[in-house]
C-alpha cells in the first residue's frame, strides 16, 4: 500500500517499553501510614511513621521508571505534623492529572479494583493539580469518574498531613513506554459502557472517513501548525472533520465504536479508542518515526489494530509554544493529504 507514496511511510518501530500483561496487577495493604499533600518539593505522597516514601504508592513515568521529583525520604517533623485521621480502609488512587491523554493513563491506572463489585464503596485516597471540587467541573472528569460510581464525596483529597489506619494500595495496571495489564482494558470497557449508556449506535460502520483535528486546539502535547492545509485538502475530499474539544466525551468515544476509517495526527484524543472495541481502519500521523509506545499498548487492549505514518520532512518549528510542549510543521501538508486520500 506505501510503496507508490512519496511523503507517508509506515513507523516500524516506537519509542519506550511495550509488554501486555494477562495477570492482575498486585495489591499492598498498609496500615498507620501518613499522607502528605501535594507539593512543589516533591515531598509528597504516602509515607512511613519513620518519614520513607511507600514505593509501591509512587506513579513512576518513562521507559526508565522516573519519579521525577518525588521525594524517597522526608524529615520525621513532617510526618508528625499530621494532626487529621482516617480510619476507615480506603483506596489509594495516585495522582490525578488534569490533561486528557494523562488522566486516562496515569489517574485511573490504580482504579482497577472497581471492576468487582464489591470494591464499589471504598473511598479513595487522591492526590493531583487542584481540588475535587474544580475536577468535577471538568466534564471528562465528571463523566468518567461517574461511570466508575466516584463520586465528589467519595474522594478523601489530601490537603493535609493526615493518618491513614488502613490504606489499599492497587499496584499501577498501566505505566507510561513500560507495561500495561489487561485489567485496565477491561477497566476502561466499563467506564466507555457506561459513558455510552443507550447512545445510538449503527448496525453498519458509518462509511463517511472521519479526521480528528487539533487545529483549534489551544493547548496540549503536540501540534502541526500547518495542519489546518492538510485538513481543508481532506475535507474538499468529502472527509468530515471533527474538533474533540468541542464535543462531548460519548460522541468522542462513539467515534471510535461506530467510524470505519479515522484518521489524524497522534494524540490523547485516540485514547478514547480503549474504551470500546473498535471495528474502525485507524491511521495515525506521528510527528517522530518512532510513536510513543503508550498509543500501541493501547491499541492492544482494545484489540485495534492502528496503522502508524511518519511524514517525511516533518520539522519541528518550535519548542515550549505557549500551551504546547511541541509545534511541529508539515513540508507539504497538501500532498500529504493527497497521499492520505490516495491510501483511502
Given amino acids: 500500500m506505501f510503496d507508490t507514496l512519496s511523503i507517508l511511510r509506515q513507523c516500524q518501530a516506537m519509542w519506550g517499553g511495550y509488554e501486555i500483561i494477562h ?14 499533600p501535594t507539593a512543589p518539593d516533591g515531598a509528597w505522597g504516602i509515607f512511613t511513621r519513620s518519614g520513607r516514601a511507600l514505593d509501591e504508592a509512587i506513579d513512576r513515568h518513562g521507559p526508565n521508571a522516573s519519579i521525577g521529583d518525588r521525594k524517597t525520604q522526608v ?67 465528571k463523566d468518567i469518574f461517574g461511570a466508575l460510581g466516584i463520586t465528589e464525596d467519595r474522594i478523601v483529597f489530601v490537603e493535609h498531613p ?40 449503527t448496525q453498519d460502520a458509518i462509511e463517511t472517513p472521519v479526521y480528528i483535528s487539533k487545529v483549534n486546539l489551544t493547548a496540549g502535547v503536540g501540534r502541526f501548525a500547518n495542519e ?20 462531548k466525551l460519548r460522541d468522542q468515544i462513539a467515534i471510535f465504536r461506530d467510524r470505519q476509517t479515522i484518521l489524524g495526527t497522534t494524540g ?36 485495534t489494530h492502528v496503522t502508524y505514518l511518519h511524514a517525511a520532512g516533518t520539522e519541528t518549528v518550535v519548542e515550549g509554544e505557549a500551551g504546547f510542549l511541541t509545534t511541529l ?7 500529504v493529504a493527497k497521499e492520505i486520500i490516495q491510501m483511502l
Avoid at 464489591?118 to 475535587?132: D, L, R
Wanted: glycine share 6%.
Fill in 75 to 141: 524529615p520525621i517533623s513532617l510526618v508528625r505534623s499530621a494532626l487529621h485521621t482516617i480510619d476507615e480502609p480506603c483506596i489509594y488512587g495516585g495522582f490525578v492529572n488534569i490533561h486528557f491523554g494523562h488522566f486516562i493513563v496515569n489517574t485511573l491506572a490504580r482504579l482497577w479494583p472497581l471492576i468487582d463489585k464489591s470494591n464499589a464503596n471504598y473511598k479513595i485516597v487522591y492526590h493531583g493539580q487542584g481540588t475535587p471540587s474544580e475536577w468535577f467541573r471538568i466534564s471528562f472528569i
Fill in 329 to 335: 510543521k508539515f513540508e507539504n501538508p497538501e500532498n
Fill in 162 to 201: 493526615t493518618v491513614i489506619l488502613r490504606l489499599i494500595v492497587p499496584h499501577p495496571s498501566f505505566q507510561e513506554q513500560s507495561f500495561a495489564h489487561r485489567a485496565f482494558g477491561q477497566l476502561c470497557r466499563i467506564i466507555g459502557d457506561n459513558i455510552l449508556g443507550d447512545h445510538p449506535r
Fill in 268 to 303: 490523547s484524543a485516540f485514547h478514547n479508542l480503549v474504551f470500546v472495541g473498535s471495528r474502525a481502519n485507524i491511521i495515525c500521523i506521528s510527528p517522530s518515526v518512532y510513536p510513543n509506545s503508550n498509543f500501541m499498548m493501547l491499541d492492544a487492549l482494545s484489540g
Fill in 23 to 36: 495477570e492482575r496487577p498486585s495489591v499492598s495493604e498498609v496500615r498507620d501510614v501518613i499522607a502528605l
Fill in 228 to 247: 489546518k492545509a492538510l485538513t481543508d485538502v481532506l475535507a474538499a475530499s468529502g472527509i468530515e472533520i471533527v474538533y474533540p474539544e468541542t464535543m
